[in-house]
């Protein structure tokens, strides 16, 4: 089926290494938010990008960046990583980006920074 | 700023029982309003939403949530649980204006339905 796409599935850094996440959208969708979910806790809202900007950001420091390209694929960009970055990394697509639209979310890329 | 609490961290019932969900959430203006539900080794989907209109919306495999504006909840249930709701299931509030697009997420509910 055409849902949201990820990749890779997995990932193991190293501290202070970069990491790069890509996704693709579920078809007819424009807008692409990214999430990191933590063991035992809920998806963290980390950026949305919409029309190849990004629109909202969460409370996330600098070293997470992303990009939106013109099929609406995106990246989710990782510098310097921690310990901490240690996650799943979810990527969810919908039809605009007011929040109107339900969000589809694929399986997500799990990264383990040792 | 907008937040979600999700008063149960682990729920197990047997078949047939009745389920409710409690969701809670602080924003100061107009939200929308989402269950989403995550089965075994699949990805998250969504289970019912809530822009506006009847408090009560009625989602995916026979369950319903209510909005309740003075108590900023809104509790998701179902009357008789089966086997294959065995899941985790999140609550999510979305303000629609400065916060528009930015979902929050509560921590989840995972749901044990004994055979």
Redesign the interface.
């Known amino acids: 089926d055409a849902g949201v796409t990820q990749s890779p599935t997995h990932l193991i850094k190293t501290r202070g290494q970069q990491v790069t996440l890509r996704c693709s959208p579920k078809s007819g969708h424009d807008t692409v938010s990214w999430y990191q979910q933590a063991l035992g806790q809920g998806p963290q809202f980390i950026f949305q990008y919409y029309e190849e900007e990004e629109r909202q950001r969460g409370n996330f420091p600098d070293r997470f960046s992303g990009h939106q390209y013109p099929n609406y694929s995106s990246e989710l960009n990782v510098n310097a990583l921690l310990l901490g970055d240690s996650a799943l990394y979810l990527c969810a697509s919908s039809r605009g980006s007011g929040g109107g639209s339900p969000l589809h979310f694929g399986n997500g890329t799990r990264l383990t920074v040792t | 700023a907008q937040s979600?609490s999700?008063h149960n961290h682990h729920v197990i019932l047997s078949e047939a029982a009745s389920l409710e969900l409690g969701c809670n959430y602080s924003y100061g203006g107009t939200v929308?309003l989402?269950w989403?539900v995550q089965y075994p080794g699949q990805?998250?989907?969504?289970l019912l939403?809530y822009?506006s209109g009847d408090p009560l919306v009625k989602g995916i495999k026979g369950f319903e949530a209510e909005f309740i504006k003075s108590k900023f909840s809104f509790n998701l249930r179902k009357p008789s649980v089966q086997w294959s709701d065995t899941a985790e299931y999140?609550c999510?509030v979305?303000?629609?204006d400065t916060?528009?697009?930015?979902?929050?997420?509560?921590?989840?509910t995972t749901l044990t339905v004994k055979p």
């Not at chain 2, 990805?43 to 969504?46: D, E, I, K, V």
């Not at chain 2, 916060?99 to 989840?108: E, I, Y």
């Open positions: 979600v999700q929308n989402f989403y990805h998250l989907q969504l939403k822009f999140f999510a979305n303000g629609i916060n528009a697009g930015k979902s929050t997420f509560g921590d989840g």
